[in-house]
Each structure stands twice: as C-alpha cells, then as structure tokens.
C-alpha cells in the first residue's frame, strides 16, 4: 500500500512564495517518477513539474521560471518551491507517484490573491 502525504499549502499574496512537500511511504521502488499536478475550479488537471530518481525534471510552461522541483531519495520525499506567485497559480495542487503503478495524494490547496 502506497500513500503520498502532501503539506505545505495555503495562501500567499502575489509575488510571495510557498513550498510544498510530499512524502511517500509504502512499498515504493527506487526507480520512479514524483510530480505535481495542479486543478483549477472549471479547468483539466495540469502538470505542474515532474522529477525522475535520476534527477531528470520537467516543467509545465506557466510555471517554468518560477517553479523548482528537487527530491530526496533517502526519504522518499518530493518538494515544490514556488516563488513569484501569481493569482493564476491557484488551483489544488497534488502530487503524483509513478512506481508500476499510479498513485496520487489528496492535494493540497493553494490561493494566491492580487
């Protein structure tokens, strides 16, 4: 059984910065993909920025620039450092592991007002 806890959502004016965290527990191999996603009401599920174990990333177009994603394998955690936030970033963001299967967190809200 594979669970992802996500932390570190809220409310941010424009222009600050949050940072977001996801621990994995479970049967989880080393060889996987983390990621987040985020959902805006009315709008498709968006990739927001994927990781491999390798260290290799990918960044969706709105956020790049702005967005970093890093890992740490030791602890099966994937962290998202937003900065420079803007009122289009609001949306619930969830984290997303691929090991065999596809697993996702309940996500994580974030609200970012002009």
């Known amino acids: 059984q594979v669970q992802l806890v996500e932390s570190g959502g809220g409310s941010v004016q424009a222009g600050g910065s949050l940072r977001l965290s996801c621990a994995a527990s479970?049967?989880?191999?080393?060889?996987?993909?983390m990621g987040w996603y985020r959902q805006a009401p009315g709008k498709q599920r968006e990739l927001v920025a994927t990781?491999?174990?390798?260290?290799?990333?990918r960044y969706g177009d709105s956020v790049k620039g702005r967005f970093t994603i890093s890992r740490d394998n030791a602890k099966n955690t994937v962290y998202l450092q937003m900065n420079s936030l803007k009122p289009e970033d609001t949306a619930v963001y969830y984290c997303?592991?691929?090991?065999?299967?596809?697993?996702w967190g309940q996500g994580t809200q974030v609200t970012v007002s002009s």
């Open positions: 997303r592991l691929i090991v065999l299967n596809d697993y």
């Open positions: 479970g049967s989880i191999f080393s060889i996987n993909v």
């Open positions: 990781i491999t174990s390798g260290g290799s990333t």
